[in-house]
């Protein structure tokens, strides 16, 4: 064994009583740091070699106590993630279905995000990149980082070009690359 590694910890060797224990501490250092889903906690346990019947049970224990909420939890993933991240609402529903939220879950999340708030964070993620861009990038590679940027936050394309051209406009630019790839 390296020095300094621990051996691999196995909850099946551990009483059931020191299994269930265990299991508990887990979920709940986890919950510490972040809410989870159920499904994340679950992968968690699983992972770290604990059976079925001990995650299911506590995870069920753990929603009855409003612990784990999957629906709770999406609500604050979407106001932290389009807050902090800007990211769009397609890339947020992507994300939550990564955590093993429920799809209907990640929708109604995401629906509390109107098109107004969509188009407005996607404004400002613009307007930051063009103040780092510097006077040297011209307008083709400006529009390409901006396109690339908002595409990488699962923005719509025509919701993208739209934004660019009007920041772009508003930033001093002739922005008649994006008019004509617009009236193709």
Same mark, same amino acid.
């Given at each position: 064994?390296?020095?300094?590694?621990?051996?691999?910890?196995?909850?099946?060797?551990?009483?059931?009583?020191?299994?269930?224990?265990k299991?508990?501490?887990i979920?709940?250092?986890?919950l510490a740091?972040?809410?989870?889903s159920?499904?994340? $906690?679950?992968?968690?346990l699983l %992972? &770290? +070699?604990? /059976?079925? *019947?001990?995650?299911?049970?506590?995870?069920?224990? !753990?929603?009855?106590?409003?612990?784990?909420?999957?629906?709770?939890?999406?609500e604050?993933w979407?106001?932290?993630?389009?807050?902090?991240?800007?990211?769009?609402?397609?890339? $947020?529903?992507?994300?939550?279905? %990564? &955590? +093993?939220? /429920?799809? *209907?879950?990640?929708v109604?999340?995401?629906?509390? !995000?109107?098109?107004?708030?969509?188009?407005?964070?996607?404004?400002e993620?613009?307007?930051?990149?063009?103040?780092?861009?510097?006077?040297?990038?011209?307008?083709?590679?400006?529009i390409?980082?901006?396109?690339?940027?908002?595409g990488?936050?699962?923005?719509?394309?025509?919701?993208?070009?739209?934004?660019?051209?009007?920041?772009?406009q508003?930033?001093?630019?002739?922005?008649t690359?994006?008019?004509?790839?617009?009236?193709?």
């Amino acid at each position: 064994m390296a020095e300094g590694r621990k051996p691999k910890f196995d909850p099946m060797e551990l009483s059931p009583e020191e299994r269930w224990k265990k299991a508990k501490e887990i979920c709940y250092d986890q919950l510490a740091v972040r809410s989870r889903s159920q499904d994340e $906690l679950r992968q968690t346990l699983l %992972r &770290k +070699g604990f /059976d079925d *019947e001990t995650t299911e049970t506590l995870l069920g224990k !753990l929603v009855k106590a409003e612990l784990v909420n999957d629906a709770t939890f999406a609500e604050e993933w979407v106001n932290a993630r389009h807050t902090h991240k800007g990211l769009s609402k397609a890339a $947020l529903v992507m994300e939550l279905k %990564r &955590k +093993g939220v /429920d799809s *209907e879950i990640a929708v109604q999340a995401v629906s509390e !995000l109107d098109q107004e708030s969509e188009e407005a964070r996607a404004r400002e993620l613009v307007q930051k990149k063009l103040r780092s861009l510097g006077a040297d990038v011209d307008e083709q590679t400006a529009i390409r980082r901006l396109l690339g940027m908002l595409g990488r936050k699962g923005y719509p394309q025509g919701l993208s070009y739209m934004v660019i051209r009007e920041e772009l406009q508003e930033f001093g630019a002739e922005s008649t690359i994006l008019d004509d790839a617009l009236n193709d």
